[in-house]
């Protein structure tokens, strides 16, 4: 069964720091892998997309990696600030016909002055 | 040129009641997915339609059912409302069923009683 599980599920920094959010998959076979921002009540909006032969990708003062050998990805926020404060969603697209969207359950960021 | 836009934004229903959600996808985009996100979790796959056809169907029970028109509009369509029915239900367009080019749009609140 496909499966994306993200870490932590919740996180609470200070404006300015930096922060790390994590993405495990056992989508097979893989296609991409997505990072979404979520603001409360809103649609995502993408933020990155990387493949399999992308290791990493930068939007700004987002980063992504993406290692295809352990399944792993993560999310690098610099110098976050207030609007910043959103759920953040990995999602993995798979390699078949349908390249179906499995989604992984968040991780709600709040950033504090 | 717009973006994906749902109607309504927000609604309120009570039990054993039915509802409409309807979606407009981007202007050239032929697939529309309907995905349901309760409170604090990640979205949930429901349907794909592309060119009209269903392409993809999630865990769903029948009271879910959906159709896409000629111009590529989508409605989805849940009866006999119950009150776990109650989510974000977002709609997202495509150019086709697979690819790289998802964008949601933000949303219609359902909210059972």
């Known amino acids: 069964k496909n499966q994306v599980e993200q870490s932590p599920q919740s996180l609470i920094i200070l404006e300015g720091k930096n922060c790390t959010l994590q993405?495990?998959?056992?989508?097979?076979?893989?296609?991409?892998l997505r990072w979404y921002k979520q603001d409360t009540g809103r649609g995502p909006v993408s933020l990155t997309i990387?493949?399999?032969?992308?290791n990493t990708k930068s939007n700004g003062r987002y980063t992504a990696t993406l290692d295809a050998d352990t399944k792993q990805s993560s999310l690098h926020i610099t110098a976050s600030q207030l609007s910043d404060s959103a759920s953040y969603i990995c999602v993995v697209s798979d390699g078949n016909a349908g390249n179906m969207l499995t989604f992984g359950g968040g991780t709600r960021l709040m950033v504090k002055p | 040129d717009a973006g994906v836009t749902q109607s309504p934004t927000h609604l309120i229903k009570t039990r054993g009641q039915h509802v409409t959600l309807r979606c407009s996808p981007i202007s050239g985009h032929k697939s529309v997915s309907w995905y349901q996100q309760v409170l604090g979790q990640g979205p949930q796959f429901i349907f794909q339609?592309?060119?009209?056809?269903?392409?993809g169907r999630g865990n769903f029970p029948d009271r879910f059912s959906a159709r896409q028109f000629p111009n590529y509009s989508s409605e989805l369509n849940v009866n006999a409302l119950l009150l776990g029915d109650s989510a974000l239900y977002l709609c997202a367009s495509s150019l086709g069923p697979g690819g790289n080019g998802y964008t949601f749009g933000s949303g219609t609140r359902l909210t059972v009683v």
């Open positions: 339609y592309y060119e009209k056809e269903e392409r």
């Open positions: 993405c495990n998959y056992t989508v097979s076979p893989f296609s991409n």
């Open positions: 990387m493949t399999f032969s992308e």
